[in-house]
């Protein structure tokens, strides 16, 4: 099989598992979200791990921990590029851990953006269905999938997990020429 062709077969293999992820992640997010819209009050708390966690209705025009509440339009364009990033930096990556890491953070910040739009009543003003209260804060899976996804991208940091395919790079500095010529041998001019 030709290099191109190689290369053009494990990008369908990335977005596929991109792809997965996304409907996946999205998926669990929207039902989870639906059943707390369906099941749960903004009165009552439903305690799970008691002085830990409970269940309580709560509709956040913010960000995290209802930061920018009054600016719920900008996170929504701020989400919108994130996503689009997201998408051009799958298709970039030749790593598959980097791919599961964006399709993470993707359906963490498509989820939130998802209800912005789908419960706005203005320019993305949606406010985002959140349930899981932890005492100090309340949120839903897809602020779950986003923490796992930053944490993720943090250890792949950390670890120095390339991003893309470092062999295949061209190297500055007249590195590659060195490099050829390692692979050949010295020239005799």
């Given at each position: 099989?030709?290099?191109?062709?190689n290369?053009?077969?494990?990008?369908?293999?990335?977005?596929?598992?991109?792809?997965?992820?996304?409907?996946?992640?999205?998926?669990?997010?929207?039902?989870?979200?639906?059943?707390?819209?369906?099941?749960?009050?903004?009165?009552?708390?439903?305690?799970?791990?008691?002085?830990?966690?409970?269940?309580?209705?709560?509709?956040?025009?913010?960000?995290?921990?209802?930061?920018a509440?009054?600016?719920?339009?900008?996170?929504?364009?701020?989400?919108?590029?994130?996503?689009?990033?997201?998408?051009?930096?799958?298709?970039?990556?030749?790593?598959?851990?980097?791919?599961?890491?964006?399709?993470?953070?993707?359906?963490?910040?498509?989820?939130?953006?998802?209800?912005?739009?789908?419960?706005?009543?203005?320019?993305?003003?949606?406010?985002?269905?959140?349930?899981?209260?932890?005492?100090?804060?309340?949120?839903?899976v897809?602020?779950?999938?986003?923490?796992?996804?930053?944490?993720g991208?943090?250890?792949?940091?950390?670890?120095?997990?390339?991003?893309?395919?470092?062999?295949a790079?061209?190297?500055?500095?007249?590195?590659?020429?060195?490099?050829?010529?390692?692979?050949?041998?010295?020239?005799?001019?």
């Amino acid at each position: 099989m030709s290099l191109q062709g190689n290369s053009a077969r494990r990008l369908r293999m990335r977005v596929a598992v991109f792809a997965c992820v996304t409907v996946v992640a999205l998926g669990i997010d929207q039902v989870t979200k639906a059943l707390a819209l369906a099941k749960l009050s903004t009165l009552d708390s439903v305690p799970v791990i008691p002085g830990i966690l409970s269940l309580r209705l709560l509709r956040n025009p913010g960000a995290s921990l209802g930061l920018a509440s009054g600016y719920t339009w900008v996170i929504s364009l701020v989400a919108i590029v994130a996503c689009l990033a997201m998408i051009v930096m799958v298709i970039r990556t030749s790593s598959m851990v980097w791919t599961l890491l964006l399709a993470l953070a993707f359906s963490g910040a498509m989820g939130n953006l998802i209800d912005r739009v789908v419960y706005a009543q203005g320019f993305l003003d949606g406010k985002v269905v959140d349930f899981l209260d932890y005492g100090w804060s309340v949120g839903n899976v897809a602020d779950i999938i986003l923490m796992v996804a930053g944490v993720g991208i943090v250890l792949a940091l950390f670890k120095g997990i390339p991003f893309g395919d470092e062999a295949a790079a061209p190297h500055e500095d007249g590195q590659e020429a060195a490099v050829a010529e390692q692979a050949v041998g010295p020239s005799d001019s």
